[in-house]
């Protein structure tokens, strides 16, 4: 894309985000990834690219055998730690802050976008601030 495109694009883009009366974002793994967090499909980086889900991400195996996924899980849940928010969870949280957006939707589980300031975040897919135990369903924070 060429620049002028870029900044028409980007223009078009403002123009609807500031005449709309309730906007989100929706957000996933591409926008962790400069915080150095690995997505999980990409071809030649992602995650399943280097282990079978199935066999360490699903219920069953977990339930089956919880230290093989802990084991898997433990290098990511470091780099999940690890990270600090970057522009693409702090701008978010700014136009949240100047009413520009009602919120985020996002499929990450890192727990970028609060940690960015965001108030009103739906995490898809969970999150890593609390644990259930799969036996009795307690929780733990």
């Excluded at 005449?19 to 150095?36: D, I």
């Excluded at 290098?75 to 690890?82: G, P």
Aim: with cysteine; proline share 5%; net charge negative.
């Amino acid at each position: 894309m060429s620049e002028t495109n870029l900044r028409q694009h980007t223009r078009q883009a403002a123009d609807l985000l500031l005449n709309s009366e309730h906007a989100v974002a929706l957000t996933g793994a591409g926008c962790s990834s400069p915080s150095g967090i690995p997505d999980f499909r990409s071809s030649t980086s992602g995650i399943w690219s280097e282990v079978d889900p199935i066999e360490v991400g699903s219920f069953p195996s977990f339930r089956y055998d919880a230290d093989k996924f802990y084991r898997w899980f433990r290098q990511l849940a470091e780099k999940i730690w690890a990270a600090e928010p970057n522009a693409a969870h702090l701008a978010p949280a700014a136009m949240e802050n100047a009413n520009l957006l009602e919120g985020i939707v996002t499929q990450n589980v890192d727990g970028l976008h609060p940690r960015a300031g965001s108030m009103n975040v739906n995490e898809l897919h969970g999150h890593l601030r609390e644990a259930v135990c799969v036996d009795c369903y307690r929780g733990a924070t």
